[in-house]
């Protein structure tokens, strides 16, 4: 894969140079300084993670997962083609972030990137074990694998270098999804909703915090979507009462915008605390009003070039979602570029290159600076 040659050649260049030569040689490729990026999050996000844990994790290592743009090869990315990580690998010209836990690979090999990604992943570990999944690496856990990796990258490449490294990547995170469902659909906990998502939005805090100790400085945080669109929730909602499906829809649609409301928040108040010299001098948080995007590409899917945001792509009966995508008798639809959803949950690459390129050239979805003006961010203080 093109992963293997781009990283050696970095790492090459990055031990044989001066810092100053390599962000050269970095710009010169894609024109950003930006020579690495770090994924944290669920299902959207995963690579291929969830191919090395054995049990009580979804898996997307079957057909025809990956049928577009990995040559019909599963990776364990839940869809068709690319996620969002991997079409800014494309423009940032890195390799593809391989799944932090393919541990057969050295450093060298897994270059500078490295996806932590987990499908079934949550903010606290109950919600997933909650939802079924009992080993997905929660958020915390996944912040931890990262603290292990930046410390190899400290101890083979020196402080100096690794800075550059660490402080200059981009780190992509995306949870909340599993936590807003386990919530209502396995109930498990006592507390209000207020109070569960006022935990989300402490821990989501702390973990933020953690890894700008761990020099992180360039962060996009993704809202959770409306997950009552999903197929899934579709599916869920039509097999209860009227007053049950109305209820179920207006209960997720509310506590999904009010946890976005506190991961907005999150992001501003970090933003506003960011002076050189502040406790979070230099970090940059972006936004990504998920919510927002994918609501209006639900309204108006002619404007984005879609035909179908109802139904999963792959699987049967309703809504794609009775019969899950790559188990017997599921189907692929007509066209793949056309829908929304590749699944009964994620979406096809079709709809990541609309969301990526509403986050990444700028809309009113992506607050306060698009992923492309953060990636062109220096961050002072790395010595250039
Ligand atoms: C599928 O849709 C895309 C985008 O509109 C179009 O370019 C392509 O020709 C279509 N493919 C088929 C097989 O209809």
New binding site residues.
């Given amino acids: 894969m093109a992963k293997g040659a781009m990283g050696v050649e970095f790492w090459i260049g990055l031990m044989v140079c001066s810092a100053l030569a390599v962000m050269q040689v970095n710009a010169a490729g894609s024109g950003f300084p930006v020579p690495s990026y770090y994924v944290f999050g669920d299902a959207y996000f995963d690579a291929g993670n969830n191919n090395f844990i054995r049990n009580a994790v979804p898996k997307a290592n079957y057909k025809p997962y990956g049928m577009t743009f990995f040559k019909g090869v599963p990776t364990g990315r839940f869809c068709n083609g690319r996620i969002f990580a991997d079409l800014l690998a494309a423009v940032m010209k890195l390799p593809l972030a391989p799944p932090s836990l393919s541990t057969t690979l050295t450093l060298d090999q897994k270059g500078v990137c490295v996806n932590y990604a987990s499908g079934g992943a949550a903010i606290l570990r109950s919600s997933s074990v909650a939802y079924g999944w009992k080993n997905p690496p929660s958020f915390d856990q996944q912040v931890t694998l990262f603290e292990t990796h930046a410390n190899t990258v400290i101890y083979e490449y020196g402080i100096d270098n690794a800075l550059l490294i660490l402080n200059d990547a981009i780190y992509q995170i995306s949870f909340g999804t599993i936590d807003v469902l386990a919530y209502f659909t396995q109930p498990h906990q006592i507390e209000s909703i207020q109070i569960f998502l006022e935990s989300l939005a402490t821990e989501y805090r702390r973990l933020v915090d953690r890894l700008y100790t761990i020099n992180a400085r360039k962060v996009v945080v993704f809202g959770v979507g409306p997950i009552q669109n999903s197929p899934v929730a579709k599916l869920m909602m039509s097999k209860m009462t009227p007053a049950e499906s109305k209820k179920f829809c207006k209960d997720v649609d509310t506590a999904v915008q009010q946890l976005n409301q506190k991961l907005r928040l999150m992001v501003t108040e970090f933003n506003n605390d960011n002076a050189v010299g502040q406790p979070h001098g230099s970090l940059q948080l972006v936004f990504a009003d998920v919510y927002g995007a994918v609501s209006a590409i639900t309204k108006k899917p002619g404007a984005y070039?879609l035909t179908d945001v109802t139904n999963a792509c792959c699987g049967a009966g309703k809504f794609g979602a009775e019969i899950p995508c790559g188990h017997r008798n599921s189907k692929v639809c007509?066209?793949v570029?056309?829908s929304l959803y590749w699944n009964d949950m994620q979406f096809t690459e079709a709809a990541n290159q609309i969301l990526f390129k509403l986050f990444f050239d700028g809309s009113s979805f992506v607050k306060p600076l698009s992923v492309k003006s953060l990636a062109k961010l220096l961050i002072p203080g790395v010595p250039y």
């Fill in positions: 070039g007509k066209n570029s056309k």
